[in-house]
C-alpha cells in the first residue's frame, strides 16, 4: 500500500478501493483508471483520472498481480463490495510508520507527492492532475487534459532511485 501510495500520490481510499479491472500493466504507459465504484466514492471530480504506475508504485503492483487471489479487490482486508474502511486501513499503516519515522503518517506521502513534482517542475495544471487536485481556474477544465503519455513522463521524473 505505501509503495503504490508513495509513487502515485493516491489518496489512501483511492487505493484501497482499487479493483483489478481499474488496473492496466500490459499497456505502453501502465496505469490505474481511478473511478467510482458502490464501495468507495472519489473525493471531487478532478479525482477521476488515469493514474501512471512508474517507480515502486508499478513494481508493487506487478508483485500483487502475481499473487493475487480469487478476489476482484488489490486490498482484501480493508475493503468488500459493501465498503472500503480508509479509517482502519490509516491507523494499521500509521502505526507501522511510527515504528520508523516520528513525524510520517500516511497522508503526508500525498504532500511529499506534490513536493517531488514541484521540484521537478512539473506545471501546475498537470501536478492538479496527476494528484486529483481541484483547479483552481475554470480554464483548465477545458479540453481533454494532458495525455497518459504526458502523465507519465512527468511521473518518470519523479521516481525515486532506490539503488544502494
Same mark, same amino acid.
Given at each position: 500500500? !505505501? &509503495?503504490?501510495? #508513495?509513487? *502515485?500520490?493516491?489518496?489512501?481510499?483511492?487505493?484501497?478501493? $482499487?479493483?483489478?479491472?481499474?488496473?492496466? /500493466?500490459?499497456?505502453?504507459?501502465?496505469?490505474?483508471? /481511478?473511478?467510482?465504484?458502490?464501495? =468507495?466514492?472519489?473525493?471531487? +471530480?478532478?479525482?477521476? =483520472? /488515469?493514474?501512471? $504506475?512508474?517507480?515502486?508504485?508499478?513494481?508493487?503492483?506487478?508483485?500483487?498481480?502475481?499473487?493475487?487471489?480469487?478476489?476482484?479487490?488489490?486490498?482484501?482486508?480493508? *475493503?468488500?463490495? &459493501?465498503?472500503?474502511?480508509?479509517? +482502519?486501513?490509516?491507523? *494499521?499503516?500509521?502505526?507501522?510508520?511510527?515504528? @520508523? *519515522?516520528?513525524?510520517?503518517? !500516511?497522508?503526508?506521502? =500525498?504532500?511529499?507527492? =506534490?513536493?517531488? /513534482?514541484?521540484?521537478?517542475?512539473?506545471?501546475?495544471?498537470?501536478?492538479?492532475?496527476?494528484?486529483?487536485?481541484?483547479?483552481? #481556474?475554470?480554464?483548465?477544465?477545458?479540453?481533454?487534459?494532458?495525455? $497518459?503519455?504526458?502523465? @507519465?513522463?512527468?511521473?518518470?521524473? !519523479?521516481?525515486?532511485?532506490?539503488?544502494?
Amino acid at each position: 500500500m !505505501i &509503495a503504490l501510495i #508513495s509513487d *502515485t500520490g493516491m489518496r489512501l481510499s483511492e487505493a484501497l478501493g $482499487l479493483v483489478w479491472s481499474d488496473v492496466e /500493466l500490459n499497456h505502453a504507459y501502465p496505469h490505474v483508471n /481511478l473511478v467510482e465504484h458502490p464501495w =468507495r466514492h472519489l473525493k471531487t +471530480s478532478g479525482s477521476k =483520472r /488515469l493514474m501512471p $504506475l512508474v517507480g515502486v508504485s508499478l513494481e508493487a503492483v506487478k508483485v500483487m498481480h502475481q499473487q493475487k487471489f480469487s478476489t476482484q479487490f488489490l486490498f482484501t482486508s480493508h *475493503t468488500s463490495a &459493501a465498503k472500503c474502511n480508509g479509517n +482502519s486501513a490509516s491507523a *494499521t499503516l500509521n502505526k507501522w510508520l511510527k515504528q @520508523y *519515522t516520528e513525524q510520517g503518517v !500516511i497522508h503526508s506521502f =500525498r504532500h511529499s507527492f =506534490r513536493d517531488r /513534482l514541484r521540484e521537478a517542475e512539473v506545471d501546475i495544471e498537470l501536478t492538479d492532475q496527476l494528484g486529483g487536485w481541484a483547479s483552481p #481556474s475554470i480554464g483548465q477544465s477545458y479540453g481533454s487534459g494532458h495525455t $497518459l503519455k504526458q502523465k @507519465y513522463d512527468a511521473m518518470q521524473r !519523479i521516481v525515486l532511485n532506490t539503488s544502494p
